[in-house]
């Protein structure tokens, strides 16, 4: 299922000061993108702010629920930083759909490069009522 947010900040093509990300998806349903952030994106100097990675997170996450068909909204973000990132690296973004219920769906996530994880995350997500 492929849908257009043209606003939204972390994908939407129309958003102004948008990161105008791109998603694919593989088989398993896994959402990927990547990402090199500027240091306009810090928090501490050369430090990418944490607010902006769980962003991240919460938005793979999303676009692996929004393409499993679904429609949800999250309603609790748990995030675990582990390493800190500096501007201008290339960052890579993973999340999929680990539990899934009627109405609930249960995701993880992470941020990475070919060292490891800087932050990685679990969700719960609640699907929209008709």
Same mark, same amino acid.
Do not use: M, N
């Given at each position: 299922m492929t849908q257009s947010y043209d606003n939204c900040f972390v994908c939407g093509a129309a958003n102004p000061i948008g990161l105008k990300l791109v998603f694919r998806y593989d088989e398993s349903g896994h959402a990927h993108s990547e990402v090199i952030? !500027?240091?306009?994106?810090?928090?501490?100097p050369q430090?990418?702010?944490?607010?902006?990675?769980?962003?991240?997170?919460?938005?793979v996450m999303a676009k692996a629920v929004i393409h499993s068909g679904k429609i949800a909204f999250t !309603?609790?973000?748990?995030?675990?930083?582990?390493r800190p990132v500096k501007p201008d690296v290339k960052l890579r973004?993973?999340?999929?759909?680990t539990e899934a219920k009627s109405r609930t769906i249960k995701t993880a !996530?992470?941020?990475y490069d070919s060292e490891g994880s800087f932050a990685e995350a679990? !969700?719960?997500f609640i699907v929209a009522k008709s």
């Open positions: 952030l !500027a240091e306009h994106f810090e928090g501490y430090v990418i702010h944490g607010g902006i990675l769980s962003t991240l997170l919460d938005e !309603a609790k973000l748990q995030v675990s930083y582990r973004l993973e999340g999929w759909i !996530a992470r941020v679990e !969700a719960v």
